[in-house]
């Protein structure tokens, strides 16, 4: 159980164009999602949090016009990377909580993560 | 704020030692502390975790005791093996967040 998957896993751009990561809780209800970045031998970055139905929240210094991040499912979140440049390239994790009963579950499950290169 | 301090790496074993991964923490009131391992290419898994003082997590060999008199959670196996070669997180959260550690690099050679 707890399987948080991410798609793509891959993917190659152009500078200047937008892509769309998606983050799915397969197998609970998520409603808290967590976006990180991880740049190379380092550890994560929390972007932001997102909550079902609410506007997600930015970590300090993390643009939110250029992270888009939607929440529309319990199984769902998406985060846009937009107008992409070559500074933006990195390894892109989500990680779900999942709400057991009335109580939210403190562990966070992680994807496998979206390894991003802008070119 | 919360912050977590882990041992620096890299560190390399021959397969069956011992492996320990210090790691101690800054928190305000009762976290929870885990610790999270990511193997070459992949997102993180978690390992295992402890919500209350002197918890033991335990999985795949791999044990850590929450001690609230020294702040630390130490990751401890008694013989690793090639598959464990891996980057391990310890990590604690305090509210919605996880504060991570920067991340121990262990290579483990046959």
């Known amino acids: 159980g707890a399987v948080v998957s991410q798609h793509p896993s891959r993917v190659i751009c152009k500078s200047g164009t937008s892509v769309k990561i998606e983050c799915r809780s397969l197998?609970?209800?998520?409603?808290?999602m967590f976006w990180y970045r991880q740049f190379p031998k380092q550890s994560l970055m929390l972007m932001a949090t997102?909550?079902?139905?609410?506007?997600?929240?930015?970590e300090q210094g993390v643009e939110k016009d250029k992270f888009l991040i939607n929440h529309a499912s319990l199984t769902l979140s998406t985060l846009t990377v937009t107008s992409a440049h070559p500074e933006d390239s990195s390894f892109y994790i989500c990680s779900a909580r999942s709400l057991a009963g009335v109580q939210m579950e403190e562990t966070q499950y992680f994807g496998p993560g979206t390894r991003l290169l802008v070119l | 704020g919360d912050s977590v301090t882990q041992m620096e790496g890299p560190v390399t074993l021959s397969e069956e030692a011992f492996l320990t991964i210090n790691c101690t923490y800054t928190a305000t009131g009762y976290p929870s502390l885990f610790w999270y391992v990511q193997y070459p290419g992949e997102g993180l898994q978690l390992l295992l975790k402890?919500?209350?003082?002197?918890d033991k997590g335990s999985n795949k060999g791999f044990e850590a005791t929450y001690r609230k008199e020294t702040t630390s959670f130490h990751l401890e196996k008694g013989s690793v093996q090639v598959s464990d070669s891996a980057v391990y997180f310890c990590a604690l959260t305090n509210d919605y967040k996880l504060s991570f550690g920067a991340g121990t690099t262990v290579t483990v050679r046959a």
């Open positions: 402890a919500t209350k003082a002197d």
């Open positions: 997102s909550n079902e139905g609410s506007k997600a929240t930015y």
């Open positions: 197998d609970f209800q998520a409603t808290t």
